[in-house]
C-alpha cells in the first residue's frame, strides 16, 4: 500500500468515526440569547441560524438596533456550537480536521488561559 493509499485509508476512516459518533450524539448545536432574552438564536456548526426568535420587546430597538442584536447573538451561538461540535467530536477528530469541514473551533492561544494576556506585558 502507497503513501496515497494510506492516507485515503484515513481519510475513510475519519469520516466513518465523525458519521457514527454524530448518530449516537444527535445534532450538535448552539444557542444563545441576548442578556434580556429578547433575541434568541440557534445554529448548526459552521453554518447559518436555523432558529431566530424575536420577542415583542425586541422590536422597540429598530431596525439597525435589532439587526445588530441578532448578528451580536447569532455570533454567540455559533462559537458555541463549534465548542459542542468540538467537545462531542474529540475522540474521534482533530481540530485541525473539524476547521477544515468548516466547524469553527475554539482559539487555543496560551497567553489566554490567564485573562486578556501575559502578565509580563501588564503595568507594574
Known sequence: MDEVERVARRVADAERAITDQLARTGPL???ASSPDGAVEVVTAPGGPPLEVRI???A???GADGLAAEILRVAERAAAAAGAVAERALAGVAEPGGLVEAGIPVADRRDDEDFGDGSYLR???
Open 55 to 57: 420577542s415583542r420587546a
Open 29 to 31: 448545536v448552539g444557542r
Open 59 to 61: 422590536l422597540s430597538m
Open 122 to 124: 501588564g503595568t507594574r
